[in-house]
């Protein structure tokens, strides 16, 4: 198994611009989230799927877009990009939207100029 | 509202010495706790959990927290630090009452252990 998986793992955008970061798991997990993390504030969570074709807000949803069409991928859009949204991004995913251990991804570091 | 607060920005401790890692919450329902470690340039790797029974439990790489329900914490602890064990680490809290799963992590703390 990969795991989680996701691309790019390095990005560099202009103010405005828009881009979508991939994320996939292998696992057949129900559930997968998106954090974003940033010195001093830890991950914060930007949204999350209990499933495929259902999707809900977390902490820090504004800026960012999801759609969950499959199992197994969960990308996050970026449809106007800022300063503020640079930071380490994390997808994760585990088996149920219970108890479970959660794997993540290596992350994607994004920086918009 | 779930939340966490790891009070301590930075750890340090001699190599051999006992660490401690502290981690309080607040969750509506029975907590779900959880440690996670983030070395450098890696994505999160899972500890340990208390779900629910004894309020000790162990992990990985010889780490055990305490989960103490009357002061709502959940500190991480290892009797006998290494040089590799400096990571950061994150304590993470869900609510055993929510149909949303959503898990929420505190701000991390540094663990630098020194030789």
């Known amino acids: 198994n990969a795991g989680v998986t996701q691309t790019p793992k390095f990005q560099v955008l202009k103010t405005g611009q828009s881009m979508t970061l991939q994320c996939a798991q292998d696992?057949?997990?129900?559930?997968m989230s998106w954090y974003r993390q940033d010195p001093g504030m830890g991950l914060r969570l930007i949204h999350y799927?209990?499933?495929?074709?259902?999707?809900d807000q977390g902490e820090v949803p504004n800026g960012y877009n999801v759609s969950r069409s499959t199992t197994e991928d969960f990308p996050l859009r970026l449809l106007s990009a800022a300063p503020s949204q640079t930071s380490v991004y994390f997808c994760?995913?585990?088996?149920?939207?219970?108890?479970?251990?959660?794997?993540f991804g290596p992350g994607t570091r994004l920086t918009v100029t | 509202a779930q939340s966490v607060a790891q009070p301590e920005d930075q750890v340090n401790v001699a190599e051999g010495n006992p660490l401690t890692v502290k981690c309080t919450y607040s969750?509506?329902?029975?907590?779900?706790l959880f440690w996670y470690v983030q070395y450098p340039n890696r994505g999160l790797q899972f500890l340990l959990k208390?779900?629910?029974?004894?309020?000790l439990v162990k992990g990985s790489y010889g780490f055990e927290a305490e989960f103490n329900k009357s002061q709502t914490s959940f500190h991480l602890k290892k009797p006998s630090a290494l040089v590799s064990d400096s990571a950061l680490y994150f304590c993470?809290?869900?609510?055993?009452?929510?149909?949303?799963?959503?898990?929420?992590f505190g701000q991390g703390t540094t663990l630098q252990v020194k030789p």
């Open positions: 994760a995913s585990r088996i149920n939207r219970s108890w479970g251990e959660q794997y």
């Open positions: 696992m057949n997990h129900e559930y």
């Open positions: 799927s209990v499933g495929a074709g259902i999707t």
């Open positions: 969750v509506s329902g029975n907590p779900y």
């Open positions: 208390y779900i629910t029974g004894d309020n």
């Open positions: 993470a809290v869900s609510s055993g009452s929510s149909n949303t799963g959503k898990l929420i």
